[in-house]
C-alpha cells in the first residue's frame, strides 16, 4: 500500500540524514583511531629530509651497513620485529627505512614507482653517507632495489631480493586498490570504510600472507593498523597500481645489474609467484644465486630467518 504524501517526504528525509550520518560517523571514527594509533605507537626510529620531504627510519648496530625496504601493506616495523633485524644488528649497521608515505615517512607528488622511490632511496643514503650497503627488498620492495641496482650499479656490495614481486603478472588489480585510486572515491574509502572494515580483514589477510607457515607470535607486536591510515591506504593503493606496469617497464633492465645478486623464494609463495617474479629475475640476472626455500610461504624474514640472515651475510664476505 502507498504510503501518503507526507510520511514519503519524512522517510526521504530519513533516509538522506541515515546516508550522511554514517560517513560523517565513519570519519570521525577514523580520525579517532588515526589520533590513537599514532599516539600509542609514536615514531621510534630518526627523521631526516630529503628533497623536501621527511623520511623516517630506524637504525641499530655499528658496521658495514644493510638496508631493508619493506612491501605493501607494511612498514619499516615489518623488519625491525622480525628476527633478523636484532640478529643482524650485532654486528652490522641495519636500517630500515618507511617508504614514501609509509608509516612516518611523507609522500611526495612522483612517488608512485619502484624506480622513482630507489632514487628517493639513493638521496636518502647519500645524505646519510651510507656507502655501499647490502640493499634488501622484500616483496613490492623487489622491483624497488632491482631499479636501484639498475639506476646505481656501483653504489652497492650486494642485493638480496627476498619473494620480490619484479615482473608484471596476468591477474587483474584488486578492486580495493582500484577504488582507492580512483579521484574522490578513494578519499571517500579511506576517510569512512578503510579503518572499520580493514580491522576486521587484517587477521585473515595476515594468515594468507604467511600460509602455509603459521603465523609466529612476534608478529602480533607489529602495529598492523597503521597501515590502514588514510594516507598510507592511498599511498599503497597508488603504489599497487603502478607496479605491473612499472615492473613491465623495468624487466628488461635486469640484465643490466652487475651487483652481486642472491634471490631468495619461498617455493610454496602464494603472493609473488615464484614462476613469474624470481625464476625471471634469476634468469636475468647474471651470476645470481636463487635460494629455494621448501615448504616456505611470503615472509621468509619472519618464517626462515636464518635463511635470510646467510644470504646478506655471504654478500658481505664475497
Known sequence: MLLPKPFRIRWRKHIMHLLLAVPAVSGAYTYAEVKRLEAA???????????????????????????????????????????????????????????PGYGYSERFIGAETPAAQARHLHAFLEQKNIEKPVLVGFSWSGALVASYAVQFPDSLTGLVVINGATHPWPLPDSWIDKAGNTPLLGELMAWTLTMPLGKAKIPGGVKRVFSPNPVPAWYG??????????????????DMINLKSAAAAQKDSYANITTPTVILVGEEDRVASPKIHSEPLHEAVKGSRLIRVKGAGHPLHHTHPAVVVSAIESLLSE
Open 41 to 99: 605507537f609514536p615514531p621510534n626510529g630518526q627523521f631526516v629530509t630529503v628533497g623536501g620531504h621527511k623520511v623516517h627510519y630506524v637504525e641499530r648496530g655499528i658496521g658495514r651497513p644493510i638496508v631493508l625496504m619493506h612491501g605493501a601493506n607494511s612498514t619499516a616495523q615489518d623488519f625491525v620485529f622480525s628476527p633478523i633485524f636484532d640478529e643482524l644488528a650485532k654486528t652490522h649497521r641495519v636500517i630500515a627505512v618507511d617508504r
Open 221 to 238: 607486536r607489529i602495529p598492523m593498523d597503521m597501515i590502514l591510515r588514510p594516507g598510507q591506504f592511498l599511498a599503497n593503493s597508488t
